[in-house]
């Protein structure tokens, strides 16, 4: 493979929590492509390459994490764009879908139904590959703790005179098993206002467990929106490298949802006052780049990032 790493303009160093994360990344993706520990270990050393300083202005985390899943593909001997992880993806959304009739009776029981579903839908953004072991996760205890906790910031009230008005949406999804609990916003979405058109984007080609178009159609989110590939390869939503398609919905949609720290990162710059992130702040870089405490989840209005 040829190392187009160091051809451009360079940053200063990876911060070291993101070189540790996509290292991470890394032995995972090699280990469930079933590859050997030793070409698990040539994964690695790749990566820890390819994260060498100098490194390329062009070259976000979310670029190397498709070099990986390239990389390991064509290691295993797999087809292009193979889904590594089909398996971990249907299984986190058959846990999440245990869930599905039990949040929807608190979201309709709710003081606020629109107020509980973001806050469902924010839950949903624990369910992630790339930050954590798939193995290793609970998710029944994960969201007994989330959809307890108090979120950071709530910019829920810009949020509501938006959608009041609002014809169309565009909600920019990010994880599989996540995007079962982001149908229950789209429903109580559509509950509340039955003429908004809901266009739900995904990836174009798997990376981690970031959903695809196949993976929404298998837990039924064309029920309640349309749904489209956004024509991104990467585990975030960089609109140079979206599709024309997708970028004229970003930027003609009277409101916009973006779900989890990979399109937050990659569309932090472009957002205004239309665009609402929902997340969970997982990492000390996003909490430094977000201005917000690390664990918490969050619902912030675009406009608030713009310098």
């Not at 187009?4 to 469930?32: D, F, H």
């Not at 245990?98 to 839908?121: F, N």
Request: glycine share 4%; charged share 25%; with cysteine.
């Amino acid at each position: 493979m040829v190392d187009v790493l160091t051809t451009e303009e360079t940053l200063p160093e990876m911060p070291l929590e993101c070189r540790s994360c996509i290292l991470g990344q890394a032995m995972r993706t090699a280990r469930e492509a079933g590859l050997s520990e030793s070409e698990q270990s040539d994964i690695v050393q790749q990566t820890a390459k390819w994260m060498s300083y100098p490194y390329p202005r062009s070259r976000s985390t979310l670029h190397l994490g498709r070099l990986i899943a390239d990389h390991v593909v064509a290691r295993a001997r797999l087809q292009k764009d193979f889904d590594i992880y089909h398996e971990p993806k249907a299984l986190s959304n058959r846990l999440a879908q245990t869930h599905t009739d039990r949040l929807r009776e608190s979201i309709l029981e709710s003081e606020s139904p629109l107020a509980m579903a973001i806050r469902v839908a924010a839950a949903g953004n624990v369910i992630d590959f790339g930050a954590k072991d798939h193995a290793s996760m609970d998710i029944e205890s994960e969201l007994r703790v989330v959809t307890s906790q108090p979120f950071e910031r709530f910019d829920i009230e810009p949020f509501q005179k938006r959608l009041a008005t609002a014809n169309t949406l565009l909600y920019i999804c990010d994880n599989a098993g996540e995007i079962v609990f982001d149908a229950l916003l789209m429903e109580t979405l559509r509950r509340l206002r039955p003429e908004l058109e809901i266009h739900a984007a995904f990836r174009s080609a798997p990376i981690l467990n970031d959903a695809t178009v196949q993976d929404a159609l298998a837990v039924g989110i064309d029920n309640w929106a349309e749904v489209f590939s956004s024509g991104s390869r990467l585990a975030g939503s960089k609109l140079d490298e979206c599709s024309v398609d997708f970028r004229l919905r970003f930027s003609s949609s009277d409101l916009v949802i973006s779900k989890g720290q990979g399109n937050l990162s990659s569309l932090i710059d472009d957002a205004d006052e239309r665009v609402f992130f929902v997340f969970r702040t997982k990492c000390a870089p996003t909490a430094r780049r977000s201005g917000t405490a690390l664990g918490n989840l969050q619902l912030i209005q675009g406009m608030h990032f713009q310098r």
